[in-house]
C-alpha cells in the first residue's frame, strides 16, 4: 500500500460505510498554538486536530526540541483519537506533510505499527483545489479505543546510537542551515560531520505533491543503512516517507536531531557544504 493518498481517493474514502480517521497536523514551528487556531478557522470535514508540540512531543530539554512522548502518553492519544488497527489513517498538514504530518504518519505507523496510515498528497491545498471550502464545524467526539500498540523501538536512535552507527547520516534541513550559513533557531550552527544534505523541499513537485517514485529512487541518498535527522527530528520523518515513496528501506530517525545534537559540546559539529 502507498504511503501517499490523493485528494480523490481521499474523497472517495470518506464516502464509505466506515471512512479513515482524519487528522489534521498543520503546525508552526514559532507558535506552539498555530495548529489548533488553524484547525478552528477551517479543516477538512470530519478532521481532527493532532498537535505537533502536544501530541506528537514531549517537552522540550533532554532529547532536543521534540523529543518522543512516552509510549503511554501517545497510546493515550491514540485511544483518545478512536485510533484502532481496523480503521484507516490519514493525516495531513499544508507543507506537503513537512510541518507535521509525516511525524504523523512516522509515529502511528512506523513506530507505533498502526498498518494503515496514510498522508495526503499535496495537503490541504490540494484538497481545497478538489473540495473547495473547508468548514469549521466541530466534528463529534471520537469513541475512544483500547488499542495497545507493539512500538518498535528499533525505528529511531539516540545520540550515542548514531555515534556507534556507520549509517549514511542524511540531513533534511536546508542548505544554509546544513552549512552554518544561518541558524535561525538552534543556538549552534552546523551539521553533523559526514552527513549529506537533502532539503525536504527536494521531495516534492511545484505544486506540493511527492515527485513519482522513480524520480525519488533515482534522487535519494542510499547505503546500506541511512539515517534521517533534522533540526528537532520532524520534517526528518519527510525524508523517511520520501524513502517510503520511492520503494526503498525506511531509514531510521534520529529523532532529538540537530538540537539535541548540540547539546552537549563534545559532539563534533561541522559546517560547510
Known amino acids: 500500500m502507498s504511503p501517499l493518498i490523493d485528494p480523490e481517493g481521499l474523497k472517495a ?17 514559532d507558535d506552539r498554538n498555530a495548529g489548533l487556531a488553524l484547525w478552528q478557522a477551517g479543516h477538512i470535514p470530519g478532521s481532527h486536530h493532532l498537535d505537533m508540540d502536544r501530541d506528537l512531543a514531549a517537552t522540550p530539554g533532554e532529547g532536543g526540541r521534540h523529543p518522543l512522548p512516552s509510549p503511554h502518553a501517545f497510546t493515550a492519544t491514540l485511544r483518545r483519537l478512536d485510533i484502532s488497527p481496523e480503521r484507516g ?3 495531513y498538514d499544508d507543507r506537503g506533510g513537512q510541518l507535521a504530518a509525516a511525524r504523523a504518519w512516522w509515529m502511528i505507523g512506523c513506530w507505533a505499527g498502526h498498518p494503515d496510515v496514510r498522508v495526503l498528497d499535496g495537503g490541504l491545498p490540494a484538497w481545497q483545489a478538489l473540495a473547495g471550502p473547508l468548514t469549521s464545524s466541530v466534528p463529534a467526539t471520537p469513541a475512544g479505543s483500547d ?8 525505528q529511531w536512535l539516540t545520540a550515542a546510537d548514531l555515534l556507534a552507527s556507520a549509517s549514511l547520516r542524511v540531513d533534511a534541513r536546508g542548505e544554509a542551515r546544513f552549512g552554518g550559513e544561518e541558524e535561525p533557531i538552534d543556538p549552534v550552527a552546523g551539521h553533523i560531520p559526514g552527513a549529506v544534505c537533502r532539503p525536504t523541499g527536494a521531495n516534492l513537485q511545484a505544486d506540493g505533491r511527492f515527485k513519482p517514485a522513480v524520480e525519488l529512487a533515482q534522487a535519494l541518498p ?13 520534517s526528518a520523518c519527510h525524508e523517511i516517507l520520501a524513502y517510503a515513496v520511492a520503494g526503498l528501506p525506511r531509514p531510521r530517525l534520529y529523532v532529538g536531531s540537530w538540537s539535541d545534537w548540540i547539546r552537549d559540546p563534545a559532539r563534533p559539529v561541522a559546517t560547510g557544504q
Do not use: K
Open 89 to 91: 489513517v490519514v493525516v
Open 13 to 29: 474514502a470518506l464516502a464509505q460505510p466506515q471512512p479513515p480517521i482524519v487528522l489534521d497536523c498543520r503546525a508552526r514551528l
Open 222 to 234: 542510499q547505503a546500506n543503512e541511512v539515517t534521517a535527522y533534522c533540526g528537532s527530528g520532524v
Open 147 to 154: 488499542w495497545e500498540p507493539r512500538f518498535d523501538n528499533s
